[in-house]
C-alpha cells in the first residue's frame, strides 16, 4: 500500500464512555469495527491488534498520540490504554493540566465533543466488491481493512478538520436539525463557558460556519440574508472582540 495518511470520522452512539473531571480521566472509542463508513472501508476486529503492541501505551515505544482535531500542535492527553473489544477500538486518557486539556474537559461535559476520528495507514485491505458493484449496494462497502499502523486518535470540536467538508452531503431537514442543535449547543457554550479565549475563538469560527452551511442548506433566498450567518452568531463573535480589546 502507499503511504497515505489517512483520516475517517465516525459518530458513535457511545464514543465518549466516562468522563472524571477531577482525575482529568477520559474513555471512550476512537473507531468502529464492522459498519461501513463514508468512504465504503469496514475496520474489522483485529486491525489495531499490531500497531497496538508495537507502539500502544503499553508498548517499549508509545507513540500513538490523542489529539484535538488531529492539530499535532493540540495535544489533549497521554493515552493509558487502547484496546479492542467487541465494539471498536476504545481508550482511556489522562487528560494534560494545561488549558487546552482543561477546555477539553470543558467540552466533554457540555456535549460539544460528539465525534472521534483517527489518523492512520492503511496497511492490509480486501476489496469486497467492484466499484460499480458498491455504488449499487454501498451498505455492503467496497473494502474491509484488516490491518492499520494508528498514528493519533483525534477527540472533534466539529467534524474532521475541515469541519465543512464531512457533511456536505446532507440534504435531509433532520439533518437541518442536527447542524441547528449543534450550533444552538456551540453558541451557548461560548456565552457560558470559563474556557481560554483561543478555544471560544475556535468554536465561534465552527458556528460561524454551521450558520452559513444551515442557510445554503435551507435554501434561503431573502437577499438580505442569504450570506450572512445568523445574526446571534454575529452578536457573539462581536461581544467577543470587543471584550479582547479591553
Known amino acids: 500500500m502507499a503511504n497515505i ?9 457511545a464514543e465518549i464512555m466516562d468522563l472524571n473531571p477531577k482525575q482529568g480521566i477520559v474513555t471512550g472509542y476512537f473507531s468502529k469495527f464492522n459498519n461501513v463508513d ?3 472501508d469496514i475496520i474489522r476486529p483485529g486491525a489495531f491488534t499490531k500497531t497496538i503492541k508495537e507502539q ?12 484535538l482535531n488531529h492539530d499535532p500542535s493540540l495535544p489533549l492527553g497521554v493515552l493509558k490504554s487502547l484496546t479492542e473489544d467487541s465494539y471498536g477500538l476504545a481508550y482511556e486518557s489522562q487528560i494534560g493540566s494545561h488549558e487546552g486539556g482543561e477546555d477539553f474537559i470543558k467540552m466533554v461535559e457540555s456535549g460539544l465533543i460528539t465525534e472521534h476520528s483517527i489518523g492512520f495507514k492503511i496497511i492490509k485491505r480486501n476489496q469486497i466488491q467492484s466499484y460499480e458493484n458498491y455504488l449499487k449496494n454501498p451498505q455492503l462497502g467496497q473494502y474491509e481493512i484488516t490491518e492499520i499502523k494508528l498514528y493519533e486518535g483525534s477527540s472533534l470540536t466539529a467534524w474532521g478538520a475541515n469541519p465543512l467538508t464531512p457533511i456536505t452531503s446532507l440534504k435531509s431537514m433532520n439533518d437541518v436539525d442536527l447542524l441547528v442543535a449543534k450550533h444552538e449547543a456551540i453558541e451557548k457554550f461560548c456565552r457560558n463557558t470559563t474556557a481560554t479565549d483561543d478555544t471560544i475563538q475556535m468554536l465561534l469560527l465552527h458556528s460561524k460556519q454551521l450558520a452559513q452551511l444551515i442557510l445554503d442548506m435551507k435554501g434561503t433566498t431573502d437577499p438580505g440574508k442569504s450570506n450572512q450567518p445568523e445574526e446571534s452568531v454575529v452578536d457573539i463573535i462581536r461581544q467577543f472582540n470587543n471584550n479582547l480589546k479591553k
Do not use: A, M
Not at 489517512?6 to 459518530?11: D, P
Not at 500502544?56 to 489529539?67: A, M, T, V
Open 5 to 13: 495518511f489517512n483520516i475517517k470520522t465516525e459518530v458513535l452512539s
Open 56 to 67: 500502544g501505551p503499553q508498548s517499549p515505544l508509545p507513540r500513538i498520540k490523542h489529539l
Open 38 to 40: 463514508g468512504d465504503g
